[in-house]
């Protein structure tokens, strides 16, 4: 029997273009807004969001076929797609004007603030936000499994869109604040329906998306004038419950908003500081997402004015010994500049990974601070460290990072913090080899003797290995390691090569005397856990046992911040709730969701159907599409955290790895056409595909280590070399999919609702496996998500050689007169040729 697959108008391939492409970059910025206006762990639930809001709107085309029918596509699209562009804005409208109060965790415990609190914020969240994701939910599945099925060119429009969304929101906020970006993006949507329901006759439709479209983007145009000329416009007004007042300067991009406000002349700023300074100074206060601060110094040029820089602890490898040629990561508001200029650094390097933080510095108040950039023996570079000093031939004395913490997701993910890959082992081996002999890696982080010494312990465990990766003897690693601490703040100072006695006692006396607290040093112990960690016998045994999780930070688990166990999390103690663990406390939150509604769209609909259908026939295609959906997702998420630091930022990280993987994926899926392959095609692409992930799996590693001195843009095209073939090869599996099942045509939204619930399970579980066991296994689970893809293949065929078919009261299996008649009517609308038609009445007949 013949079906009949009329062609699909251009313009729908327009439209899923434009709508995937306004749907990853709305979920792009909803990132960002979350990081600045709750905290950074929030953001990571605009994912979950995204894939919930698809999945609803996926559920809701499955539940209503007739509203949803075959005839109704353009209008039903062109509704939906003014609603998502109408309920995105007003969300992110909302949204900054309401002051959402998330106090941060250590408030929380403090004022014994109740997490429902917490909860109710979440939930007024997630109705907002769920909603346009919901409407374009709607339509992409409308135009996936209502329009007949031609192959997999719709799929690959839908995959293109998404790309370019995900590169072009990168490019647009270097240009435009969010909020224009926002309005725009809800202009382009409300457009692809206009043009979609522009011969359709629905003067409604018609005039309501041309209504939509012409509003957002005169607002848009205006709203970006007010911006530019600085005037008063809409923006955030609160943020984590504070009242956004007094900005000087505000600048957003994937990965930060850096705000910047006047302080006056207040007493000298310091974190670890001996003796506080009486003088003041004017200073002003820059943040990062609302949280993290830091503050910009006026310099005038007396170097006299800062004496009080020799009192910070976070300064003392200046008294271990005077380095001539220093590297500052992280330069922030430059104070970490002034204290090696105030010491006599002969030469300066500051590596600033944050444009905007940049652009403080050497443009918008470059007066103010001194014009650091321009001062004799300094060179600010934006670049992010480890990458820099990977294919830089520069040596140094003295390699600074301190307390960097941004607390800013970035646009890939809640967690994937821009510093993550600074605490690591092999970071801090790339460090090491920057070294001159004898010079210091100085790394200073939060410390309270109290409650919580768990970033300290790793930081000593970090220190220890990787000098043993160096070639020190366990037995020596305690004349390579010193400690100090004043208040709140622990620096620890390491080098590769041992320090001699008379250093040492040099050392120790320029240091007592400045009041700084010596926890760790060559004659020195501090506790029965570090002396283990600095004998070198500390195995996964001793690290078990211990209340925290200090195991050392590799590239593979980089996640430093996060020292509470996922057992402990639940208790009441001050290690599980302290800000960062709070983060893991989240995102196990999401992980509980995301099973729930796992469970209410896709078991509760599959108990139903089970009912009426042989489980043979209704297994092997809900098991393959929730499988793509587990699989795409735990691959994109492990090689983007693999990816980011060999590609030297985050936001190349987002871009190449993302991008790549979309639209390869959707070039692979033009390979499929509207003819189920024959069982040889399946084998081979099956074949092909698990063989090139193997295959990515395996060189990853390898890649990112023999190539990680190659020049920039040499490190993109590896990278590119690297996911295109698996992509290309895991892009054609929906497609496949889709033709291998196409006979079950009314449960397809159903099927597609899988794929985006398991998704939205995917992206929270991959970061808690990468967190607990590796990004190395998250990989691997993905590649054996696709297995089973193959193995629901097999099981298929199976059950089309026993003949099993649904009960007729199922939903049909074959396509029935009314279905084909349905096609027909799609055929006249859409102006089929009248041979298309004819065979189809062929058909019927």
Known sequence: ???????????????????????????????????????????????????????????????????????????????????????????????????????????????????????????????????????????????????????????????????????????????????????????????????????????????????????????????????????????????????????????????????????????????????????????????????????ITRYDGDISKLSYLKDDVINAAYLVQPPAEVAVVGVGGGRDILSALYFGAKRVHGIEINPAIFEVLTDKFADFSGHLDRQPGVS?????????????????????????????????????????????????????????????????????????????????????????????????????????????????ITRPDAFTNAQWQGARTRLLAQGFKILLGPDVGFDTVTSTLMSGKADAAFFASLPENVTPSTDDNPFFFYTARFGNLASTSPTARTDNNAAINVTLLLLMVSLCACVYYIITPFVRLARRMPLPVLTPPVAYFCAIGMGFMLIEISQMQRLMVFLGHPVYGLAVVLFTILLFGGLGSTTLGADVPRPAAVVARVVALLTTLVVAGLLTPLLTTWARSEATDMRILLSVLLLSPPAFCMGMMFPLGLSTWRRHSELLPFFWSANGITSMFASVLGMVLSIEFGIANTYALGACFYVVCALMLVGSRQVNRLGLTADPAAPSIQPTQAELAANIRTAETHAVSPAAKTRANEVIE
């Open 380 to 492: 600010l570079v934006n670049a992010e460290a480890r990458s820099y000093i990977n294919h830089s031939s520069d040596r140094y004395d003295l390699v600074q990072i301190s307390l960097i913490d941004t607390w800013a997701a970035t646009a890939a993910g809640g967690l994937t913090l821009t510093e993550n890959r600074l605490y690591t082992v092999e970071a801090w081996d790339d460090f090491y080899r920057s070294l001159k002999p004898g010079g210091l890696l100085s790394v200073s982080r939060w410390y309270d003797p109290a409650v919580h010494r768990g970033e300290f312990y790793r930081l000593v465990a970090i220190a220890a290995s990787a000098l043993q990766r160096r070639g020190v003897p366990a037995a020596e690693l305690a004349q390579h390691v010193v400690a100090l601490n004043v208040g709140n703040i622990v620096t620890v």
């Open 1 to 295: 029997m013949l079906q009949a697959f009329p062609r699909i108008p251009g313009r729908y391939y327009f439209a899923i273009f434009v709508l995937a492409s306004a749907t990853l970059s709305y979920q792009i910025l909803i990132t960002r807004f979350f990081s600045v206006m709750l905290y950074y762990h929030f953001a990571f639930a605009a994912i979950s969001l995204a894939m919930l809001g698809l999945t609803r709107g996926a559920i809701e085309v499955y539940n209503k076929p007739d509203r949803y029918a075959p005839e109704r596509v353009g209008v039903e699209f062109a509704h939906h797609a003014s609603w998502f562009a109408i309920t995105g804005v007003g969300a992110m409208v909302a949204f900054l004007c309401v002051p959402l109060v998330i106090p941060e965790q250590h408030v929380m415990v403090a004022l014994a603030i109740p997490e429902q609190h917490v909860m109710v914020a979440l939930a007024i969240t997630t109705v907002a936000f769920v909603r346009p994701f919901t409407e374009s939910g709607v339509c992409i599945t409308l135009l996936l499994t209502r329009l007949p099925y031609s192959g997999g060119w719709l799929y690959a429009a839908d995959l293109a869109g998404a790309a370019l969304g995900c590169l072009g929101v990168i490019f647009v906020l270097l240009v435009v604040d969010p909020v224009s970006a926002t309005l725009a993006i809800g202009a382009f949507a409300a457009g692809a329906g206009w043009i979609v329901v522009r011969g359709s006759g629905d003067l409604r439709s018609l005039r309501l998306s041309g209504a939509v479209a012409l509003t957002l983007a005169a607002i848009a145009i205006v709203h970006t004038g007010l911006e530019v000329s600085g005037r008063s416009h809409l923006g955030v007004f609160w943020a984590k419950g504070t009242q956004q007042m007094g900005t000087l300067f505000e600048r957003w991009n994937t990965y930060s908003r850096v705000r910047v406000t006047a302080l006056g002349e207040t007493p000298a700023f310091g974190w670890g500081i001996a003796h506080p300074p009486e003088t003041k100074i004017d200073q002003k206060y820059l943040d990062i997402d609302a949280d993290a601060a830091t503050v």
